[in-house]
């Protein structure tokens, strides 16, 4: 298996640019989420998508943020504009099912510097 | 929302030496995930713990929940350089749809 796939790896942008962060899930995962880690603010949970349909965003910082699951294999997080406190690592995680009671399989991330 | 609090946040282990990592809750969880991040890493899941005083093991690590559900530990003997990461414990929060990270505790090894 290929695990959760995230790209890109590494992203450096500008202030005011916009940033797209891209996710594929593992096949036949129901749940998708996006987690932001940073030093001063942990793993937060920014929203969490449920066969494609975005059920939580209640962590979705600001409408500069916005989160779509066009498909089961592929959900984007999109930040316009960006701004230097969005540095963070981002990470997608997948569940086969309702995550509290069911594993999540993390991708490896996405090292986001805002300049 | 529901809140996990971990304890502590650093621990510096002489290697072959014991350590134990502390998960609370205010309230009752349903059940609770340890994870497993390795410095540049992404979180992996470790173990889930579901009932009352559970106790599960994997190798030198042994996970417990408590009696009331509302505590977790990992204790993991000997440690290794391989036990080098960031621990975190996950709670659900109150609607039990998604988890809730403690801080995490942060372990380095003394060779």
């Known amino acids: 298996d290929a695990g959760v796939i995230q790209s890109p790896r590494h992203e450096v942008t500008e202030m005011g640019q916009e940033v797209t962060l891209r996710c594929k899930p593992i096949s036949g995962h129901d749940y998708l989420f996006w987690y932001r880690q940073t030093m001063m603010r942990g793993l937060e949970l920014l929203i969490y998508f449920n066969n494609n349909v975005p059920i939580d965003d209640s962590g979705m910082p600001e409408d500069r943020f916005s989160a779509k699951m066009p498909n089961a294999s592929f959900s984007t997080l999109k930040i316009q504009p960006s701004e230097p406190r969005d540095s963070a690592v981002y990470f997608c995680?997948?569940?086969?099912?309702?995550?509290?009671?069911?594993?999540?399989?993390f991708g490896p991330g996405t090292r986001l510097t805002v300049l | 929302g529901q809140q996990v609090m971990q304890i502590p946040q650093y621990q510096h282990v002489q290697e072959g030496e014991d350590f134990t990592t502390y998960c609370n809750s205010s309230t009752t969880l349903s059940n609770i995930q340890w994870y497993k991040q390795r410095p540049g890493g992404h979180p992996v899941f470790l173990i889930q713990?579901?009932?009352?005083?559970e106790v599960k093991k994997q190798k030198r690590l042994t996970f417990q929940f408590g009696e009331a559900k509302k505590n977790s530990s990992l204790h993991i003997t000997a440690t290794q350089t391989t036990d080098v990461g960031t621990y975190f414990c996950?709670?659900?929060?109150?609607?039990?749809?998604?988890?809730?990270f403690g801080a995490g505790t942060t372990v380095t090894v003394r060779a």
């Open positions: 713990l579901v009932k009352s005083g």
């Open positions: 996950a709670g659900p929060q109150a609607n039990d749809y998604k988890l809730s």
């Open positions: 995680a997948s569940s086969p099912g309702q995550g509290s009671y069911n594993e999540q399989f």
